[in-house]
C-alpha cells in the first residue's frame, strides 16, 4: 500500500461518517492529481450568540457552517486551500487547483506530513460534548439575568456595555494520507457581563466585566452569580488613584496571571524559537524559575477548554511538563518546528480550516500552589495587587516587559485603595526567576490558566 491510499478508519462514529467519507474521497482525488503527501481538515458547526443591553436585545447572531480544508505535498513542495462548497464539482476544482499551485511553489526540505508511525492510534473521549441546545429565547434570558443582577447590586451600577451569552457545538474530521481518520465532537458554553459604576461623589466612571466559559452548560456558575461578581469587580474600582513610582512587590491575580502565563506560552512556541525571536531559545534544561514553578499543557484534561484527543497534524495529545520545578524542559512543537529545531513534536498542532498547521497550547496552566490569594496579599506590606493589564510592551527577543496596569495598593498586607493609569516594567527571565509565591486558586475560563502569583519586585510607575 502506498503513501497516498488512505483507509478509512473502523472505530469512527457513525454520526460523523459522511464526513469521514468525504475526507477519504478528498485524498484520494489528491493522490490522481500527483499529491504524494496530503491531509484534510473538515469542520461542521453551529453558534448562536445573544447580546442585552439594559434588558433589550441589542444583537443576535446565528450561523450554520461546513468548511473543508486540504493540505498537498508534491514533494517537498505544499500548498494549501479551503471551501464551504461539497459539490462534487467544487471539490475537484479544489484539489486541482490546489496540487497545481503545490507544484509551482519552492521547495521546504523540512516539509511534509509526521510520520505514519506517529499518527494517533486511539481516540479517548475527553467529555468535550454537551447535547444540551439552547434556544434563543432561552439564552437572552440568561443574559438579560446576569445584567439585571449587575445592574440590583448596587445603586452606584448605573449603566452597562450588555451580557453576551454564546453557544457553540461542532465536530472536526481529520484524515491523512497515512490512513489515518479521526474525528471529535466538542461544545461551549460562555456568559459575560460589563456593568458601568459611577462615583456620586466625583462623578467619574469605571466598567469591569466578569464570565464564565464551559464545555458543559450545566456546570456554569448561575447567570446571578456572574452579574454579581462583575458588580463587585466594578464598584471596586470607583475612586481609582495614581501612585508614585517606586520598586514593590506585585501580586498579579488570576486573570492577569494567566496574561502573563501566556507570555511563557508563546516564548516556548517552535515558531518564535526557531525565527529567534523568543527569550528562551536555547534554554531548555536550564532554571528558568523557582521549584515551586510548574507549568504543564495538558490536551487530555478531562473536559478541558483545549482538550482533544488529536492534534491538528493526527498526533496523540499528551500531557507535556514545560517547566519541571523550575527549570525548563520542554518547548511547543508542531512536526515543522520541531524539524526546524532538531526536536520531536508535541502534539501541539494547531489548524484553522484551510491553514498550514501552527503551534497552539491546549491546556496550559501554573500547577497551583498551597497559599490563598488572601494569604499572598498580607505578605506585603507595601505593594502592588493587578487585576488587569493593558496594552502589548513586551519584547519576546529579550523579555522586556512594559504594559499599563490597574488594580489595588496594598498596606500592611491589606487591599486599601483601587489604583490605575500606573506601568508595570520588568524582564519576563527576571520575573518568572522572581516569583515568591503561587496561589491555590487555579480556575480555567480558556486554554491558559495560572493560580495567583507574587513577584518580589518590579517598577510601578506612576506620577
Known sequence: MS????????????????????????????????????????????????????????????????RLGLRVFVGKRSATSSTSDFSPESLRRLVSETCTLAKAVVEDPVSGLPAADQMATEQPDLDLYDETRLDTDRQIDLAKRAEAAALATDERITNSEGADFDSSWGRVVLGSSHGFIGDYRSSSYSLAVSPVAVDPVSGSMQRDAWYDVRRKFHQMDAPEAIGIEAARRTVRRLGARKVVTKRVPVIFDQESAGSLLGNLCSAASGYSLYKGASFLAGQLGKRLAPEWFTVYDDGRMIGGLGSRPFDGEGLPTRKNTVVDKGVLTSYLLD?????????????????????????????????????????????????????????????????????????????????????????????LK??????????????????IASPTVKIAEMMVAGN
Open 3 to 66: 503513501d497516498m491510499e488512505p483507509t478509512p478508519r473502523t472505530s469512527v462514529k457513525k454520526q460523523g461518517q459522511s464526513l469521514s467519507d468525504l475526507a477519504h474521497d478528498v485524498l484520494a482525488m489528491a493522490k490522481t492529481h500527483g499529491a504524494t503527501e496530503a491531509d484534510v481538515v473538515v469542520a461542521d458547526g453551529e453558534n448562536l450568540s445573544v447580546q442585552i443591553r439594559l434588558g433589550s436585545v441589542d444583537r443576535l447572531s446565528k450561523a450554520r457552517e461546513k
Open 335 to 427: 512536526t515543522y518546528s520541531g524539524k526546524k529545531l532538531g526536536l520531536p513534536s508535541t502534539g501541539n498542532a494547531s489548524r484553522s480550516v484551510g491553514e498550514s498547521p501552527s503551534v497552539g497550547p491546549t491546556n496550559f496552566y501554573l500547577s497551583p500552589g498551597t497559599r490563598s490569594a488572601e494569604e499572598i496579599i498580607r505578605s506585603v506590606k507595601d505593594g502592588l495587587y493587578v487585576t488587569e493589564l493593558i496594552g502589548f510592551g513586551i519584547n519576546m527577543v529579550t523579555g522586556d516587559y512594559s504594559r499599563g496596569a490597574g488594580g489595588f495598593w496594598i498596606e500592611n498586607g491589606e487591599l486599601t485603595y483601587p489604583v490605575e493609569e500606573i506601568t508595570i516594567a520588568g524582564n
Open 430 to 447: 527576571q520575573m518568572f526567576q522572581d516569583i515568591e509565591l503561587v496561589g491555590n486558586d487555579l480556575i480555567f475560563r480558556g486554554r
